[in-house]
């Protein structure tokens, strides 16, 4: 069910702004090849609602960051290893399963696997804030 809500979360935001392009979302030092393209972004009563797909090859990371807002993910493809400030694991999410990021936790997405992890993303942000926000390594001995 929670899949299901997610999907209609992710259409809803689809139909709602129509702006695309292609840019980084992402926190530096994002790995070599690491790509995030918008499909749509609206902003409703001082929210923006950003709808992106972010693309990390395997071996790579998102990079240390944060976010303003919460954010809800499905994993279209692969596997995503996910880890808080204290360097551990707080979950791993193959093809098919959502994730939620509360706000201002600083984590980092690795690709451990051996394909290409794609993401759909919805960022639910404060109107005028960045998707992500650079965090430094909080000590960890990966990026």
């Known amino acids: 069910m929670r899949r299901n809500l997610l999907r209609v979360g992710l259409v809803t935001a689809a139909v709602l702004g129509v702006s695309a392009g292609t840019g980084p979302a992402f926190a530096t030092p994002a ?81 451990l696997g051996t394909t290409p992890l794609v993401l759909d993303v919805l960022y639910v942000l404060p109107q005028g804030a960045p998707t992500s926000e650079d965090a430094p390594n909080p000590g960890c001995d990966f990026e």
């Open 31 to 111: 790995g070599p090849g690491v790509t995030g393209t918008t499909i749509s972004q609206t902003t409703i009563d001082g929210t923006d609602y950003v709808l992106r797909t972010l693309t990390v090859p395997p071996g790579q990371s998102t990079g240390w960051h944060f976010h303003d807002g919460t954010v809800y993910g499905y994993v279209q493809q692969g596997t995503l290893s996910h880890f808080d400030s204290t360097c551990r694991s707080n979950g791993v999410y193959p093809t098919g399963t959502t994730i939620t990021e509360p706000p201002d936790e600083v984590h980092i997405g690795r690709n």
